[in-house]
């Protein structure tokens, strides 16, 4: 399969130098914008909740707010990047993540509070789609894979360390030093922008949102994320309420498992698409990420929600990287964000759209089985990857100059 829609398995005869001083000076913004997201991504909610008077409800609508910005941003972000280049793009994210971190605790206002969190959202987006452009043209497409794992990796550090990070040092220190941590390691990975390779500003994206989406050869990965993500959204949010709660250690050993796993699997599974192919990991990626669910549907058996969680670390870790990989290939150079924002709104809306959808079906069958219908719409995704086995050339997306050629030739 992976011979079908993949570019030919590389070989291991004269392998290009991955790791350049250009990709260090983006591991340290990965590192930097990652940190200071999920530092204050429960820290937030928590602020604007500890008002008297304000219910859980309250917690929410900030979250909310926080994921709809970033999803807007990364809709617009390919069309900003275009035009002042995904070196400025990127460094505006960082500033807009960071700066408004520093100002939070000046109140406490809700209207304060969802304005900090609409202008972290469209930083963070910015974050994504710009960095994630660069990031692509400082891989050699003979270690895509690996390279795009090595920076997942860096950005998934961050996460399971500042996570709880944020919420101990709120609860020790105050929201205050919290906030401004959040500010500082933002603003001072800055520092490494300039030292990134600066792009051209174009006229116009060569490859839009709507164009990009439209293309099966993108459409079909992103569909098999989302429907990943929509599980990944479920396991961490209701996790924790769906397991009983005299087993409190059972609830921190999945959570930990899961994100551990999925990202030493988005390791060795870059590593394997740059030698035999992304495309033939989408079967084991999907069975994975479904079985994995449909054994966390055994609430009750501890055993049996870690090592589900476990296996559904695995099966995500892979997915991700297959997904993401596969489409940078399928583009040029041109079309990087617009792949890294149509993979990274996957993420986001399947998180979210996942956890909401979960809630309500949970409310009427329960948690055990939501888990088992979870996994059986996860099986959907097959479809998509059974429509992707198509020849390689006919899967890559031109940019506007190939189109144009192509209209040309048949006039």
């Known amino acids: 399969m992976a011979s079908s829609v993949d570019p ?98 000046m109140s406490q206002s809700m209207g304060w509070i969802l304005g900090v969190c609409l202008v972290r959202g469209l930083g963070f987006a910015f974050t994504l789609v710009a960095g994630g452009a660069l990031t692509a043209s400082l891989i050699p497409s003979e270690r895509r894979g690996e390279g795009l794992a090595l920076i997942g990796v860096a950005a998934g550090v961050p996460s399971l360390v500042g996570l709880p990070l944020g ?27 300039p030292g990134l390779p600066g792009r051209k500003a174009e006229r116009g994206p060569a490859l839009g949102i709507v164009a990009g989406a439209r293309s099966g050869g993108l459409r079909r990965p992103t569909a098999v994320f989302a429907v990943t993500a ?44 740059d030698r035999r192919g992304a495309a033939g990991l989408l079967v084991p990626g999907l069975a994975a990420s479904a079985a994995g669910v449909l054994t966390v549907a055994l609430v009750g058996v501890p055993a049996a929600v870690v090592a589900g969680a476990a296996v559904f670390g695995v099966g995500f870790g892979i997915v991700q990287s297959a997904t993401l990989t596969l489409m940078y290939s399928r583009v040029p150079a041109s079309g990087y964000a617009t792949v890294s924002a149509l993979w990274n709104i996957a993420y986001d809306a399947g998180m979210g759209i996942g956890a909401m959808g979960f809630g309500a079906v949970a409310g009427r069958t329960g948690y055990p089985w939501a888990f088992v219908l979870t996994a059986l719409l996860m099986l959907t995704a097959f479809i998509p990857v059974v429509r992707d086995r198509t020849p390689a050339h006919e899967q890559r997306v031109p940019d506007s100059e190939e189109r144009a050629a192509t209209v040309e030739g048949q006039q």
């Open 8 to 105: 030919q398995p590389r070989t291991a005869e004269a392998r290009p130098r991955l790791v350049t001083r250009p990709l260090l000076l983006r591991f340290v913004t990965v590192v930097g914008s990652s940190a200071s997201f999920f530092l204050l991504l429960s820290v937030v909610p928590a602020y604007a909740q500890s008002v008297p008077g304000r219910g859980s409800d309250t917690a929410g609508l900030v979250t909310g707010v926080l994921m709809l910005a970033t999803v807007a941003g990364e809709l617009v972000a390919p069309w900003l990047g275009a035009r002042c280049g995904h070196r400025v793009l990127l460094g505006a994210g960082l500033l807009l993540l960071g700066a408004p971190a520093a100002a939070l605790p």
């Open 167 to 193: 919420s101990w040092l709120a609860a020790h220190t105050g929201y205050g030093p919290v906030c401004m941590a959040a500010a500082l390691v933002a603003l001072a990975s800055a520092a490494a922008v």
């Open 230 to 273: 929509v599980g990944a959204g479920i396991v961490v949010t209701f996790l924790p309420l769906a397991v009983p709660p005299c087993r409190p250690g059972v609830v921190a050993a999945a959570l930990f498992v899961q994100p551990a796993a999925a990202t030493a699997s988005r390791w060795l599974a870059g590593r394997h698409a």
